[in-house]
């Protein structure tokens, strides 16, 4: 490779990384809006609860907290999504034992297993 052919490739190499931080940045921004998401309906839960205990029937809270229990498996399952492609960006991978590991990394540190 020339010097002047490393100097594109720098530079190339150096957009890429630009834009690699740029998309980590905005998948974190995603993940955390979502983290809100969830924070809402734990407190549309406990006002639901509240309620139901205040108009003397706690057991009409049942199918509303399920329902808003519906809700966050959503949102968690979309963050899963994110997390996964914050992983892959990151050039990384998760074992089956939930450690995140260095993609190229043939076994895992913290439980041997062999990928
Ligand atoms: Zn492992």
Redesign the pocket.
Known sequence: MSFFDKVKQGATDAAKKAQQTVELTKLKAQVSSKEKEIEKFYNLIGESVYGAYMSGDIARAGEIVERFSLGIDAVKQEIAVLDQKIIELRNEKE?????VVVADTKF?S????QF
């Not at 074992?95 to 450690?99: L, Q, S």
């Not at 913290?110 to 297993?113: R, V």
């Open positions: 074992c089956v034992c939930g450690k895992c913290a439980c041997g297993h």
